[in-house]
């Protein structure tokens, strides 16, 4: 089992910035690919950003440019750094771990407001 926590989300400005943090805890030793997904009043949970354990890193289109994703892989943490945000950034923020299965954090709030 792997247990994630998220912290960081926010209320912020259009045009603002906020930092994601997801902590993970337990069976860590041979995490694979982490990163953040989120989900829109209404909507889909997609994909925003990814990264392996190699350092690759894999964007939602809509964030490219914006959000940059980083990881600690001593710590088995994983970061999400969001500038210039939009009040389509909008959503509940949701870190994930592979290791084997694919293990999910409870998720984060992020508003952004005009």
């Known amino acids: 089992q792997v247990h994630l926590v998220e912290s960081g989300g926010g209320l912020v400005q259009a045009g603002g910035s906020l930092r994601l943090s997801c902590a993970s805890s337990g069976s860590i030793f041979g995490i694979d690919d982490m990163g953040w997904y989120r989900q829109a009043p209404g909507k889909q949970r997609e994909l925003v950003a990814a990264?392996?354990?190699?350092?690759?890193?894999n964007y939602a289109d809509s964030v490219k440019g914006r959000f940059t994703i980083s990881r600690d892989n001593a710590k088995n943490a994983v970061y999400l750094q969001m500038n210039s945000l939009k009040p389509e950034d909008t959503a509940v923020y949701y870190c994930?771990?592979?290791?084997?299965?694919?293990?999910w954090g409870q998720g984060t709030q992020v508003t952004v407001s005009s």
């Open positions: 994930y771990a592979i290791n084997l299965l694919t293990y």
């Open positions: 990264i392996s354990s190699g350092g690759s890193t």
